[in-house]
């Protein structure tokens, strides 16, 4: 499985916008980029996912990169509640190829 | 509620006994994940269900762990002779299939989890 690198921790304002950063240097051209976060004592949430282009959906942005060896998830105006892990994740959708593999994430703390 | 559903949400049991998780799946969710996560971890892929047949076992980390999905829709995570290290929080996720493709949609949707320790 192609690999991701995401800072250990960040912090952010609230009411401030948010970049959370992801390599992967070696995703291959199947490869679908997800982002996931999850709050404490809660299972994993959905965010976004893209494949090359830009995506926007009402919680977040995603902003990949042209070679696709980074991508950058945006939170536009962060909230308390976004305090949380955020998890980048490539999936390759070759044929049975379907789980998603978890590292550790980003923990963002936001201050009030 | 509408999502997916996990019972019991706390298990305690001592070393050596079996245990079973449950997972109410999304209705209509074809695909079904089993992930477990210890602290400070990221979940870890154990197995994935396309309907009733395991289409992916390759995380189940040894022959103790076992899980069906008889009808297609409930799946039971079973462990046998459980160890402390078994002690984890335990996920299932479920998701739509993108018909054209086969492929599931990406789009995971993961219950709260069950909380397993083993003494």
């Known amino acids: 499985d192609a690999k991701t690198t995401q800072p250990n921790s960040m912090e952010s304002n609230e009411e401030e916008p948010v970049h959370l950063p992801c390599n992967h240097s070696?995703?291959?051209?199947?490869?679908?980029i997800h982002w996931y976060r999850q709050l404490p004592s809660q299972g994993p949430e959905y965010v976004i996912h893209?494949?090359?282009s830009n995506v926007n959906n009402r919680m977040a942005s995603l902003a990949i990169a042209e070679d696709r060896k980074s991508s950058t998830l945006i939170l536009h105006r962060a909230t308390l509640r976004d305090a949380a892990v955020y998890y980048c994740?490539?999936?390759?959708?070759?044929?049975?190829?379907?789980?998603?593999?978890f590292g550790t994430g980003t923990r963002l703390t936001i201050i009030p | 509620g509408a999502g997916v559903s996990q019972t019991p949400s706390n298990k305690v049991t001592e070393k050596g006994k079996y245990v079973e998780l449950r997972c109410d799946p999304i209705s209509g969710h074809t695909a079904l994940y089993w992930y477990r996560q210890s602290l400070g971890q990221g979940p870890e892929f154990l197995i994935y269900?396309?309907?009733?047949?395991?289409?992916?076992d390759s995380g189940l980390p040894n022959d103790r762990f076992f899980a069906v999905r008889p009808e297609g829709s409930v799946s039971t995570l079973k462990i046998q002779r459980t160890e402390r290290g078994d002690s984890a929080v335990y996920l299932c996720?479920?998701?739509?299939?993108?018909?054209?493709?086969?492929?599931?949609?990406?789009?995971?949707?993961f219950g709260e989890g069950s909380r397993l320790t083993v003494l």
């Open positions: 994740i490539l999936r390759d959708v070759g044929f049975g190829n379907e789980k998603l593999t």
């Open positions: 996720a479920s998701s739509l299939i993108h018909e054209p493709t086969g492929f599931t949609t990406g789009e995971l949707f």
């Open positions: 893209g494949l090359t």
């Open positions: 269900f396309q309907g009733t047949g395991a289409a992916d």
């Open positions: 070696t995703i291959s051209g199947t490869d679908y």
